[in-house]
């Protein structure tokens, strides 16, 4: 952790094996945090309450590049690579750049206003 960020955890305990953590998002309240992995495993520390993650939902998808929380912390999101978005929790879902028809390489971030 560093400046004013809290330290709740870390994954880095995992194992050799283990797949690489690809991102991470704050709680709202700045009490935690969820990391995730390129499988979509899911790592909540603090306050983050574990919402469900891609292996959890029987969906094997080994290119998770992003991951951005809803304001409430109620829920979040997890993307990968071609597009495809999972939500969890209380984040609804308004479809991906998958169902829109749209032509994309690679998705790093999501980011929600």
Do not use: H
Not at 3 to 28: E, K, L
Not at 77 to 100: C, E, H, Q, R
């Amino acid at each position: 952790a560093y400046g004013d960020a809290g330290f709740y955890g870390s994954a880095a305990g995992r194992g050799a094996g283990a797949p690489p953590i690809v991102a991470m998002a704050p709680t709202p309240s700045g009490a935690g945090y969820w990391l995730v992995d390129s499988n979509g495993g899911i790592y909540n520390y603090g306050d983050a309450a574990n919402l469900g993650s891609v292996p959890g939902s029987g969906v094997i998808d080994l290119d998770i590049v992003g991951m951005a929380a809803t304001p409430t912390g109620g829920g979040y999101y997890l993307v990968n690579s071609s597009g495809k978005i999972y939500a969890f929790g209380a984040a609804p879902g308004y479809g991906d750049a998958l169902t829109s028809g749209l032509d994309i390489d690679a998705i790093g971030v999501v980011v929600l206003g």
